[in-house]
Nanobody
Framework: QVQLVESGGGLVQAGGSLSLSCAAS????????MAWFRQAPGKEREFVAA????????NYADSVKGRFTISRDNAKSTVYLQMNTLKPEDTAVYYC????????????????????WGQGTQVTVSS
């Protein structure tokens, strides 16, 4: 399995931007489909965005579509989440997730699809 380490969280005002990174180590990164999830206090973990092994397919939760962009650099073994026009309701701990994927263009949207998780990074959006 890969090991995942997120970074880039912080405090930002509503309307601002943040960029999260998730660095992977331990296995061939290009074998893994990746995703971002988030969990706000008192709420269940929810899907944010996913990207295929090859990076040619992406998928977003309706709540972030048009504001967030997921991308990956397989040469750097890193997946990114660019978050623009942030809202207070985006406040949560953001987790990076990985799973081995047989198909290069498939994306996965549910938490149960993933077997490797990072430790999370806090994103706080003030109003």
């Amino acid at each position: 399995q890969v090991q995942l380490v997120e970074s880039g969280g912080g405090l930002v005002q509503a309307g601002g931007s943040l960029s999260l990174s998730c660095a992977a180590s331990g296995r061939t990164f290009s074998f893994y489909a990746m995703a971002w999830f988030r969990q706000a206090p008192g709420k269940e973990r929810e899907f944010v965005a996913a990207i295929s092994r090859s990076g040619d397919s992406t998928n977003y939760a309706d709540s972030v579509k048009g504001r967030f962009t997921i991308s990956r650099d397989n040469a750097k073994s890193t997946v990114y989440l660019q978050m623009n026009t942030l809202k207070p309701e985006d406040t949560a701990v953001y987790y990076c997730a990985a799973r081995r994927a047989a198909y290069s263009s498939r994306v996965y949207r549910t938490a149960n699809d993933y077997d490797t998780w990072g430790q999370g990074t806090q994103v706080t959006v003030s109003s």
